[in-house]
C-alpha cells in the first residue's frame, strides 16, 4: 500500500503543451510539498501547502500552478512547458512540525 | 547561492569499512538537519536527522555529527553494505516547514 504515489511515471511532451501530475498520500500528513531535480540532480523546493494552504512558493513561474483539492492530494498543473521544465518531479508529506519528509516516486517529464 | 553543499560526488567504500559522508551550510538559523538516502528511480527516504542542540545521533550502523562552530555535519555508516549504496542528500530547515538539500553524493560499497 504506497503511502505517496505520484501519477504518471513518465510524461513525455511537446514545448507549449500544458499538462498535470497528481500527487496521493494516504499517511494522513497536513503538509504537502512539490520539488525539482534537475539534471544537476539538485532537489529544489516549489511549493508546500499545509491543510490546503500554500505556504511555500519558492519562486516558481506562475506557469505552475499548485492546485490541493483535499488534504490527502497536491497536483501540480504546468502551462506553457519550456525545454527548462524537463526534470524529475518529487511530492511529498509531513506532518507540521515534524522531522521528516515522505516523498513519491517522482515523476520524469521530458519536454521535447 | 547553495546553502547546503556535499562538495564529493561520490565515494567508494570496501564492505565492512566506513563510510563517512560530509555536507557543510552556510546559514546560521538551521536548527535541524536530515540526511536522506535515494536509489535510482526511487524518491528519497528518511534515514537519520538531528536537531542544532545535540552533536551526535545514532540509530543502529547509521550516525550523524553535527559541528555546528564550522557548519559541517556528516553521516557515519559502520559496517557499511553493499546494499547502502545509494545517492545520500543532506538536508537542513530553519524550523519553518522549508528544507533545503544539497546536490548529493553517490555512495558505492565495494563487495
Known amino acids: 500500500d504506497t503511502a505517496v504515489s505520484q501519477t504518471p511515471k513518465y510524461l513525455v511532451t511537446q514545448m507549449g503543451n500544458d499538462k498535470s501530475i497528481k500527487c496521493e498520500q494516504n499517511?494522513?500528513?497536513?503538509?504537502m510539498y512539490w520539488y525539482k531535480q534537475d539534471s544537476k540532480k539538485f532537489l529544489k523546493i516549489m511549493f508546500s501547502y499545509n491543510n490546503k494552504e500554500l505556504i511555500i512558493n519558492e519562486t516558481v513561474p506562475n506557469r505552475f500552478s499548485p492546485k490541493s483539492p483535499d488534504k490527502a492530494h497536491l497536483n501540480l498543473h504546468i502551462n506553457s512547458l519550456e525545454l527548462g521544465d524537463s526534470a524529475v518531479y518529487f511530492c511529498a508529506t509531513a506532518w507540521t512540525g515534524g522531522s521528516e519528509q515522505f516523498f513519491g516516486p517522482g515523476t520524469r517529464l521530458t519536454v521535447l | 547561492d547553495q546553502q547546503v553543499k556535499q562538495n564529493s560526488p561520490s565515494l567508494s567504500v570496501q564492505e565492512g569499512r566506513i563510510s563517512i559522508l560530509n555536507c557543510d551550510y552556510t546559514?546560521?538559523?538551521?536548527?535541524?538537519f536530515l540526511w536522506y538516502k535515494k536509489y535510482p528511480a526511487e524518491g528519497p527516504t528518511f534515514l537519520i536527522s538531528i536537531s542544532s542542540i545535540k552533536d551526535k545521533n545514532e540509530d543502529g550502523r547509521f550516525t550523524v555529527f553535527l559541528n555546528k562552530s564550522a557548519k559541517h555535519l556528516s553521516l557515519h555508516i559502520v559496517p557499511s553494505q553493499p546494499g547502502d549504496s545509494a545517492v545520500y542528500f543532506c538536508a537542513a530547515s530553519p524550523g519553518t516547514y522549508k528544507y533545503i538539500f544539497g546536490t548529493g553524493t553517490r555512495l558505492k560499497v565495494l563487495a
Open positions: 499517511l494522513g500528513h497536513d503538509t
Open positions: 546559514n546560521s538559523m538551521f536548527d535541524y
